[in-house]
């Protein structure tokens, strides 16, 4: 797997990140020339967003049967809810918080 050196996230674009195909397609590779934070700030949020379970729970965001690997940039998080612990990937605290539903007992950072 490649790594990446980051400088600062706010330089980063998220075509710069490794991209790979999961299926059988011949849809074109997506391009997002827009920053990482703008692009992650615009998933995590309370709303319905396509693909925001996979960018918690695998770190990675899918779309027209390509993989976007964010897991370089993002950390790992244990969030306890109703008496259950689960695992998830996040930018930040914040940005976790803002994408559960519900009372939140407690987030821990691995």
């Known amino acids: 797997m490649r790594t990446i050196k980051i ?30 934070r703008s692009f992650l700030k615009s998933k995590y949020n309370k709303d319905f967003c396509f693909g925001i379970e996979n960018l918690k729970h695998d770190g990675v965001f899918k779309i027209n049967g390509w993989i976007i690997d964010f897991k370089p940039i993002f950390k790992k998080f244990i969030v306890k809810q109703y008496g259950c612990l689960y695992e998830c990937y996040a930018y930040n605290k914040t940005d976790l918080r803002n994408s559960i539903f519900g009372r939140i007992e407690y987030i821990k950072e691995i």
Do not use: M, Q, R, W
């Open 7 to 36: 400088i600062s996230d706010k330089e980063l674009k998220v075509n710069e990140l490794p991209t790979y195909k999961f299926t059988i397609t011949d849809a074109k590779k997506p391009v997002y020339n827009e920053g990482i």
